[in-house]
């Protein structure tokens, strides 16, 4: 598997159930290790290191099942990952707290602030997920499955949210199972298939590529 994402791109990983697009997350964010190969970023090899470096260097990840601080109102769950290094930096005119306020407002959940995660539907709990890595800082914004068990309605609340942060200048690069999510927000989509890459280029064309077909078809999902 090898590829390349630029510094302001907006890139979808696609590919059917237990392709590795979330292996693929974890070895870049370092909740994994590679057996081979490298992985590189702005020039620097961070294949290996931990992740608590990795996020200081600007890389944050979502993850495909929602994980919060359940005890811990939603201002604090925030907080958490606004106490990182490369956090205090960019907060230091703020108090901690105002400026995980400020996110809370970007992604639409300060009102929500003071209560705990565990009561929320799970569209907010997404924005939640996106907060909480918003709250490092990121230069590059890794998220897997932003979309998985959202209703329609709370997934535009995602893509809104996700289009700004992208406008914003934050680069992104989503995971998505189902091709159909991907193919209106994303101008460039990367395929795989059990672990290898198979082709990229633009969601329509992507999508009928005769081995992406094959790959979702055999399996009979993904165009739903
Ligand atoms: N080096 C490897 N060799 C063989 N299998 C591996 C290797 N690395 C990961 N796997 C397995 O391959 C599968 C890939 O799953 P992964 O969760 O990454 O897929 P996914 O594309 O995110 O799927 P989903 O769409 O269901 O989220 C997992 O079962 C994982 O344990
Ligand atoms: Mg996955």
Request: hydrophobic share 40%; with cysteine.
């Amino acid at each position: 598997m090898s590829f390349e994402i630029h510094r302001g791109e907006f890139v979808g990983l696609i590919g059917p159930n237990g392709a590795g697009k979330t292996t693929i997350f974890n070895m870049i964010s370092g909740l994994e290790k590679p057996s081979s190969g490298s992985i590189r970023f702005n020039g620097q090899d961070i294949t290996g290191m931990k992740p608590f470096k990795i996020v200081n260097l600007g890389i944050a990840r979502t993850f495909q099942i929602v994980r919060y601080f359940r005890y811990m109102t939603l201002l604090d769950n925030v907080v958490v990952p606004c106490l990182s290094k490369r956090s205090r930096k960019a907060s230091k005119q703020y108090g901690v707290e105002e400026y995980a306020s400020t996110i809370l407002a970007s992604t639409g959940l300060v009102d929500k602030a003071r209560i705990p995660p565990i009561i929320l539907p799970h569209g907010d709990l997404r924005k939640l997920q996106i907060s909480k890595a918003l709250g490092t800082n990121p230069q590059f914004l890794l998220l897997d499955e932003p979309f998985s068990g959202l209703s329609h309605e709370e997934q535009e609340g995602i893509t809104d949210l996700i289009n700004k942060l992208h406008d914003d200048g934050v680069t992104v690069f989503m995971t998505g199972h189902v091709l159909r999510e991907l193919m209106h927000l994303v101008p460039r989509v990367i395929a795989m298939h059990q672990g290898k890459y198979i082709a990229e280029g633009p969601p329509q064309e992507v999508a009928n590529n005769k081995i992406v077909l094959e790959a979702y078809l055999g399996r009979g999902e993904g165009f739903a």
